[in-house]
């Protein structure tokens, strides 16, 4: 199992930009999807965006073109560049990893098909 320790937010105002990582443990790591999901005060956890242990990229419509995930495989790091943030971009942000090997959109953009192991890093974007 990958453990998770998310890091990188905090408050900006509309417009700006924050770098969100995710720092891995296991020595799998370059073979596991990982992906971004979010969730704002009452509501449930939303996709963000998955990178696949090939490189494919993921995106939610809400963030495409403002946001990009990459991964580091050397460092087991998970990155999530945002920019041009928006008052609705505020949430905590969280990192999961799967196992899953396909490139299924339905599979890759599911909270069922990860695993959550860390407490999140909580975004604020004021207007």
């Known amino acids: 199992q990958v453990q998770t320790v998310e890091s990188g937010g905090g408050l900006v105002q509309a417009g700006g930009s924050l770098r969100l990582s995710c720092a891995a443990s296991g020595r799998t790591f370059s073979t596991y999807s990982m992906a971004w999901f979010r969730q704002a005060s009452g509501t449930e956890r939303e996709f963000v965006a998955a990178?696949?242990?090939?490189?494919?990229?993921y995106y939610a419509d809400s963030v495409k073109g403002r946001f990009t995930i990459s991964r580091e495989n050397a460092d087991s790091i998970l990155n999530l560049r945002m920019n041009n943030l928006k008052p609705e971009d505020t949430a905590v942000y969280y990192c999961?990893?799967?196992?899953?090997?396909?490139?299924?959109?339905?599979?890759?953009?599911?909270?069922?098909?990860?695993?959550?192991r860390g407490q999140g890093t909580q975004v604020t974007v004021s207007s």
């Open positions: 999961a990893s799967s196992q899953y090997g396909g490139n299924s959109y339905l599979l890759l953009t599911s909270t069922r098909t990860y695993n959550f």
């Open positions: 990178i696949t242990w090939s490189g494919t990229t």
